[in-house]
């Protein structure tokens, strides 16, 4: 589980950096205004929030399946609990950079959210041989 672990880090370190670089690249092509000001720190936070959710999947992985079900089903319903209080609590605290915040945070949870079903995907197939 750990070495499966490790390679998941290095994963989404790689995907982490390619999305830095790629909205480095769209922020310097738009206006200061269009980019939310907090966005290297919206990456940390669903690199934490990822790799937290994902160690946890793993590990209920090795037990039977309808236990990961139940964590998956538990661990999906938090994550979005704790997303939806991120999204509203800093957009009641910062209005002024509400529609940036939002777009970048959506745009980020998708991509995180696809990132990390296809691992699990990859993993669950790998247990299965």
């Known amino acids: 589980m750990e ?3 490790i390679d998941f880090l290095k994963k989404i370190l790689v995907f982490s950096l390619i999305l830095g670089v790629i909205a480095f690249g769209v922020g310097c092509f ?11 720190f919206l990456f940390l936070f669903f690199i934490s929030v990822t790799l937290i959710g994902y160690y946890l999947l793993i590990k209920a992985a090795k037990k039977l399946f309808i236990k990961f079900l139940n964590y998956y089903l538990l661990i999906t319903t938090l994550k979005l609990f704790l997303f939806i209080g991120v999204l509203v609590g800093y ?12 777009i970048s945070f959506f745009i980020l949870y998708l991509l995180y959210s696809i990132f990390e ?8 197939r790998s247990l299965k041989r």
């Open 3 to 5: 070495t499966h672990y």
């Open 30 to 40: 738009l206006p200061s205004r269009v980019i939310t000001p907090v966005l290297p």
């Open 91 to 102: 957009i009641m605290l910062n209005k002024g950079d509400a529609a940036p915040f939002g």
């Open 117 to 124: 079903v296809v691992s699990l995907v990859s993993y669950s």
